[in-house]
């Protein structure tokens, strides 16, 4: 069979491990003229307008991020998590949202480890899913986090679909909100009435993706005051996503001690409002996944101190209405920077929101966060933007905040 991985992404080596095989002829097709790390001896096929020409293959392998409609083919456009919902012998523990999803996938799998179950975290935030293929036994749990990218064509909805809340994101890739919602929603499209759809229901785009379930329907958040002081990350929002991840265990854990010994050991991933140091009786948090502003609201809203946050990158077509109300209130500052940094400077004239504009790297904006502080204050990088306008990727970005972090001297 000949088959186009088109688009050498993040998961780009897993797919041509895979499929390359003896009878498979497979070509590495990309619009970039140039791609690094390809596996040895592989064939390629590069350049502008590559993807439209296809019609030689039989089978397409689209990778996350790349829209559907760029491909033009003869054969069957198919994806690496279609192809592992269609291969795993094990139930899928499947987790969307615009925000959250590595938490709350996180959660899940402690608490299910707690339990003794064998757990295999794969998407965004674990390993590639096909390299985790071949060592899933059908009595072990996957908990898969998932983007709108990957949930785009899926065509098998996971066993426990968990949809966190729904804000803009990604319009710099689909066409429109609704596309977005629609790609999401996939998740629950082919659920049945044996499967769990575990939704918020203060959130009206995840209650929208829940209507299209068939499964049983468990809504959060709900109290989990027994629990909460097992949770070792802060905020608010955070409660929430423990809610969602006890919804999604339900099945799996009843036991109160393994629910708590689960939540207890998490601490946090890295660049999730993640504690980097104190300096001068000020506070340093570095939140870099923040890429919405839905994001960097709840990172405000997870300190009662003064605030300081870093925000800025490459714009991606959200609402800043609500984190902009938040800043108003009275104790947050911002400091813009980044691609997109006039834009916020604009924007926090028009609710009355102190900002500063800084034009450096992210050095510069952490010693202007420096000087700007006082005591007892917190700094918050929660850009509420892509990294790549000066970043390789948002860990990058979080990188070089800890590292400017680490050399202010304290006073």
Known sequence: ?????????????ASYDYWNTPGNEVV???EREQLEDLPPGAKTLLGSGVLSGLAGFDLVIRTPGLRPDKIITTGKIWSSTNEFFLKCPAPIIGVTGTKGKGTTSSLITNMLRAAGRTVHLVGNIGTPSLTELGKIQSDDVVVFELSSFQLWDLEKSPHVAVVLGIEPDHQDVHTSMEEYVEAKGNIARYQTEDDIIVFNDTNDLSKKIAGYSKAKP????????????ALQIPGEHNVENASAAVAAVKEYVTDPALLREGLSAFTGLPHRLKFVREVGRVQYYDDSIATT???????????????LILLGGHEKGGDYTELMKECAKGNVRIIAYGANRHMLKQLSEEYGVLCDVNNGDMSAVVAAAAARARPGDIVILSPAAASFDMFKNYADRGNQFITAVGRLKAE
């Open 218 to 229: 468990e809504p959060y958040p709900f109290a989990i005051d027994d629990l909460k002081s």
């Open 293 to 307: 502003a839905g994001s960097a609201l709840a990172a405000v809203r997870s300190f009662t101190q003064p605030k």
């Open 1 to 13: 069979m000949k088959i186009a991985l088109a688009g050498f992404g993040l998961e780009g080596k």
């Open 28 to 30: 590495i097709v990309d």
